[in-house]
């Protein structure tokens, strides 16, 4: 079974500190995805990674970078956290970009 | 842009009674998959049933199946016998060069 782990299941930061978001896939999958979740808004993409060293910027990039050094990690940054970034945040991966992803548990994150 | 449609933003069952959750997306695309995902209360996104635009027949999973309409752009999960177990959010998901997922329905199954 492919697993997804993240690093954290629950985060509290406060408004300005630079925040790491890890995700290891286990199933040498391509493509790396971070979204995040909030209520009535489904998931929004934030970037997603085909390769390693290689991201795109989903639908709300802003206020986000992400790194790929290693094919099975994908991290994303909050390079100074906001209070509209509290949320939920799912990191999945695919082995092709239009097929079923897998996901983590998810890093509930909440910036005060 | 792809736009995925769910119009139900809770659902309520009857256990062992069977209950149908929409969605509709919007692609320009001939040929892309569609998904549906369980999310339960645990949090953990789970794939339900994955069905292909090409295929004609609907796909189907023990209890779980979809009325895929192709022209209407629907893509309906029927849920049968419905178990305590099937409560969660489901969020439908289009997939041709990237993933968009719905607002998603919240199941209650009552006992």
């Known amino acids: 079974d492919v697993k997804v782990t993240q690093s954290s299941r629950y985060l509290v930061k406060r408004t300005g500190e630079k925040v790491f978001l890890e995700c290891v896939q286990d199933m040498d999958h391509e493509n790396m995805f971070w979204y995040r979740q909030d209520p009535g808004l489904g998931l929004r993409l934030i970037y997603f990674s085909y390769d390693v060293k290689m991201k795109e910027k989903g639908d709300i990039p802003e206020g986000y970078s992400v790194s790929r050094e290693k094919k099975e990690r994908f991290s994303l940054i909050l390079e100074s956290a906001s209070t509209n970034q509290t949320s939920m945040y799912l990191c999945a991966s695919s082995l092709l970009r239009q097929h079923e992803q897998y996901f983590g548990p998810g890093t509930r994150l909440t910036v005060t | 842009a792809q736009t995925v449609t769910q119009s139900q933003p809770e659902m309520s069952v009857q256990e062992a009674e069977t209950v149908t959750l929409s969605c509709t997306y919007d692609?320009?695309?001939?040929?892309?998959?569609l998904f549906w995902y369980k999310q339960p209360p645990s949090r953990q996104m789970i794939l339900v049933i994955r069905?292909?635009?090409?295929?004609?027949q609907n796909a189907t999973e023990n209890r779980f199946s979809v009325n895929f309409q192709k022209a209407a752009k629907s893509f309906s999960l029927k849920i049968s016998d419905s178990q305590l177990g099937d409560a969660a959010m489901y969020f439908c998901?289009?997939?041709?060069?990237?993933?968009?997922f719905g607002a998603g329905t919240r199941l209650t199954v009552k006992p």
């Open positions: 692609t320009s695309e001939s040929d892309y998959y």
């Open positions: 998901a289009e997939g041709e060069k990237d993933m968009r």
């Open positions: 069905q292909e635009a090409y295929k004609q």
